[in-house]
């Protein structure tokens, strides 16, 4: 069965650190862009950021420029989003999701397989 794991997330106080991965099963992520979304409630999903095939990272959400950073390992078939200095703002359900292309495009349209969503909650 071809799909993205995720795993991490949960409660963290303001300032705090998380990070989450996504786990490809079925199939190799090496060749493709991954992204992660969030989407808060009463929000639509937006893009996070993400990652080519050849490492290059582009920003989506310029609120998490220099706090957030994404990496791949492609012997694990993973890749991870490391969060630091939380906000009660980034407060949301993340996703990662499959580019169909080796680039980063930042619509969701342009992406086929999608984790099942993490919750994160940045709270005191």
């Known amino acids: 069965q071809l799909q993205l794991v995720q795993s991490g997330g949960g409660l963290v106080q303001p300032g705090g650190s998380l990070r989450l991965s996504c786990a490809a099963s079925?199939?190799?992520?090496?060749?493709?862009?991954i992204s992660w979304f969030r989407q808060a409630p009463g929000k639509e999903r937006e893009g996070v950021l993400c990652?080519?095939?050849?490492?290059?990272?582009?920003y989506y959400a310029n609120s998490v420029k220099g706090r957030f950073t994404i990496s791949r390992d492609n012997a694990e078939n993973t890749v991870y989003l490391q969060m630091n200095s939380l906000k009660p703002e980034d407060t949301a359900v993340y996703y990662c999701?499959?580019?169909?292309?080796?680039?980063?495009?930042?619509?969701?349209?342009?992406?086929?397989?999608w984790g099942q969503g993490t919750q994160v909650t940045v709270s005191s």
């Open positions: 079925g199939f190799t992520l090496e060749y493709y862009s």
């Open positions: 999701a499959e580019g169909l292309w080796d680039r980063c495009e930042g619509s969701p349209d342009e992406h086929d397989y």
């Open positions: 990652i080519s095939a050849s490492g290059l990272i582009t």
